[in-house]
């Protein structure tokens, strides 16, 4: 199989490792990719938004799949342009990849197909943003209702703070706050039939104790002994396949990866978020942890056939990923510092780039994803961190409790 990844992050990184894993993949290149992605694929460089540009590279390539990692492609019609050209692509199209692209989109899929979520107002000034605050009350949500890499919702008990990030973003959804740990599942389908990978668990703040700025992840581990022993089931049941039906219903399929953020809240699961393609970092843990072959499932995926597909296998153990921040992040973060120690087996490209001199350096926020596996989530972790300890990175952030609320036994449903 020949293979073409687009984008360029950790997630992209991470796809790159385990597509190149796969017996089947002949061939795999990437748009444009990153220093660590080159490890394992031919790079190309090429706009990864640009739909007319990414689909006639699939062609030049005789590509047998195209696998669209980030969002903003998605949005874009990237997808779209690419089966275009009948070729295979595992990504929904710009039409159901609104689910991510537009919250307030989300809410009225999810609304439906009656999907258990937060109540919410979509609001385009700031005074239906002041009464839709009023009527909830704190801890405030506030989200960006178009794409925002990870980082536009905010949550916090200031009203002040809740109403600026409304004014900045113009058109927001605000939400009801949801009580309860919070789990990501990530679900490949094919429109109709679904294969849910492993529950993961990501944090959001910049600092341990969930302190600090909302960010994009600063880490992530899988699998949950603390989750429900039937919440995938649960989820299916109640939010994707809903969902699903709904999207065939508008004429608008979903295929490829729905992304559910959920909230386990004492009413049970419910959805903070959709996402139109793999989550970053946790898709660092979920796929160290796959041992079915990646690129397999992705084409089945991409050419509704998945119901076809063998059940998926899984290592034992677990995984943890620690991300490796730039200076400053996540405002405007200080890039071109050089790094050593990150060209290791486990450590993920993120944001990293070559300098003239032919050194690595970063080049944005989230620079690496330092992943780890082992026997049991305390092996994971002292494996994770003892690889974090080999990375050289000025001004460098990273949180140093991931996972240690779940090894302590102190998550809560």
């Known amino acids: ?70 969002e903003a492609p998605l949005v874009a019609g990237v997808a779209d342009a690419v089966r275009a050209k009948g070729i295979a692509c595992f990504g929904p199209s710009a039409a159901a990849a609104q689910l991510e692209g537009s919250k307030a989109f989300a809410n009225e899929v999810m609304e439906a197909a009656g999907v258990p979520t937060a109540r919410s107002f979509a609001c385009t000034s ?10 909830f009350g704190a801890p405030y949500v506030v989200k960006n209702d178009g794409l925002a890499a990870g980082k536009g919702v905010v949550v916090t008990e200031d009203l002040d ?71 995938t089931e649960r989820v299916l049941r ?10 065939r219903r508008r004429g608008t399929p979903f295929a490829g990866l729905l992304y559910v953020g959920l909230a386990l809240t004492p009413d049970g699961p419910k959805v903070i978020e959709f996402n139109a393609r793999f989550g970053d970092p946790e898709t660092q843990v979920v796929l160290a942890l796959l041992a079915t072959p990646l690129a397999g499932l992705l084409k089945a995926a991409a050419t509704g056939t998945l119901a076809e597909h063998p059940p998926l296998r899984w290592h034992d153990g677990s995984a943890i990923t620690v991300v490796v921040a730039s200076h ?14 990150a060209e290791v087996p486990g450590v993920i490209h993120a944001g990293t780039a070559r300098n003239e001199a032919g050194e690595l350096i970063s080049a944005g926020g989230r620079v ?43 998550i809560k449903i």
């Open 368 to 410: 690496l994803s330092v992943t780890a596996t082992g026997s049991d989530l305390p092996s994971a972790r002292d494996a994770a961190y003892a690889l974090v300890s080999g990375v050289s990175l000025p001004g460098a952030q990273f949180r140093t409790d991931i996972a240690l609320r779940a090894i302590n036994h102190e």
């Open 161 to 231: 703070v809740a109403v600026r990030h409304a004014e900045e973003c113009g058109k927001v959804v605000i939400e009801e706050f949801l009580p309860g740990p919070e789990v990501s599942l990530f679900v490949i389908t094919d429109g109709t039939a679904v294969a849910p990978l492993m529950p993961a668990q990501d944090f959001k703040r910049l600092k341990d104790n969930d302190e600090g700025p909302n960010t994009g992840g600063m880490g992530a581990y899988a699998p949950l002994d603390w989750a429900p022993a039937d919440l």
């Open 126 to 135: 700031v005074a239906e943003a002041a009464v839709a605050l009023n009527e």
């Open 238 to 247: 109640e939010t994707v396949e809903p969902t699903l039906a709904e999207m």
């Open 1 to 70: 199989m020949r293979v073409l990844l687009i984008g360029s992050g950790g997630r992209e990184h991470a796809l790159a490792v385990g597509l190149s894993a796969d017996p089947s993949v002949e061939f795999l290149a990437a748009a444009p990719g990153n220093p660590g992605i080159a490890q394992v694929a031919e790079l190309h460089p090429v706009t990864a938004t640009d739909p007319a540009a990414v689909a006639a590279l699939a062609a030049e390539l005789s590509a047998d799949l195209v696998v669209i990692g980030p």
């Open 328 to 341: 400053n992040y996540p405002g405007t973060p200080r890039t071109g510092d050089v790094i050593t120690g």
